[in-house]
């Protein structure tokens, strides 16, 4: 594409950006904080610290029909649902917060019809961030406990 008529520019791959007619050459350049490629590692990291709490990733899998719902794990008769955001760093985008309200209650119809035993543990504590207050309060509504901490829960 074409800047101003001054340069033109190629992007080629991830974080490097071309300048075709213009004497500075190829530029390196961050990937922006909402990178997609991101998302992996942060799935590699929610899963290494899933199994060190709860000794296993393999949660179960139901659908309802607010939709299909994974566990992160299953330990000592608990569906566990492990959230390893860490509140202190901002506030949660409201897409991710009625993503856990929905979670929440998919969680609710599926403890109701004694499908599944839902336990959630956030790594830092929700209860400070205000965004969490519908979905924590979801959660205690409908009997589903909650724990939060760097340690496995008592189960």
């Not at 490629?37 to 610290?49: D, L, T, V, Y």
């Not at 509140?87 to 991710?96: D, I, L, V, Y």
């Not at 035993?117 to 519908?134: I, L, V, Y």
Request: some cysteine; glycine content about 10%.
């Amino acid at each position: 594409f074409e800047v101003e008529g001054e340069h033109e520019y190629l992007v080629g791959g991830l974080g490097v950006r071309s300048h075709n007619s213009c004497v500075k050459g190829a530029t390196k350049v961050s990937p922006p904080s909402k990178w997609p490629g991101n998302a992996n590692h942060i799935r590699a990291w929610h899963n290494k610290r899933t199994g060190e709490l709860f000794g296993n990733t393999k949660g179960v899998t139901h659908d309802t029909s607010l939709g299909r719902r994974t566990f992160d794990a299953q330990k000592d008769g608990w569906d566990i649902e492990y959230k390893s955001d860490n509140f202190s760093k901002g506030p949660r985008t409201p897409e991710s917060v009625e993503r856990m309200k929905k979670q929440a209650d998919k969680d609710a119809m599926l403890k109701d019809g004694e499908q599944a035993n839902p336990r959630w543990h956030f790594e830092h504590d929700p209860s400070g961030a205000p965004e969490m207050a519908p979905v924590l309060q979801k959660l205690d509504d409908a009997g589903i406990p909650w724990t939060y901490g760097a340690t496995p829960p008592a189960l």
